[in-house]
């Protein structure tokens, strides 16, 4: 089954009501596909939010998403994804290389 995934800066923007900031091919893929996100971006939200970029806690930005777009947290086995994560050669930050193999694998 395919799905779509979305990274940090998509799922702020969906919580903060920036839908305008989609693309058409991203508004297109949430409306076919199961939305996932990976462990990390929820990791991310924390981060941002002790950081002030993010004005809500991680849990009420996750239970946002989920009744408004029913986003779920990927459930992929972590050693598995580390397993992908290392042969992501493009960047060396250890979020993005975590949240590109979470969709890959």
């Given amino acids: 089954m395919s799905v779509a995934y979305l990274d940090t800066h998509l799922a702020i923007w969906l ?3 920036r839908v305008s900031k989609l693309t058409r091919a991203a508004k297109s893929a949430m409306e076919e596909y199961p939305l996932l996100i990976s462990p990390m971006v929820y990791l ?5 939010f002790a950081s002030g970029r993010c004005l809500a806690l991680a849990y009420k930005v996750l239970s946002d998403l ?6 779920e947290i990927c459930t992929h086995p972590f050693a598995a994804v580390a397993a992908a994560a290392i042969d992501i050669g493009w960047t060396k930050d250890p979020f993005d290389r975590i949240i590109v ?3 890959v694998i």
Wanted: proline residues 0%.
């Fill in 66 to 71: 989920t009744s408004s777009f029913c986003i």
């Fill in 44 to 48: 991310a939200f924390d981060l941002m």
């Fill in 15 to 17: 919580h903060a009501g």
């Fill in 101 to 103: 193999a979470q969709s």
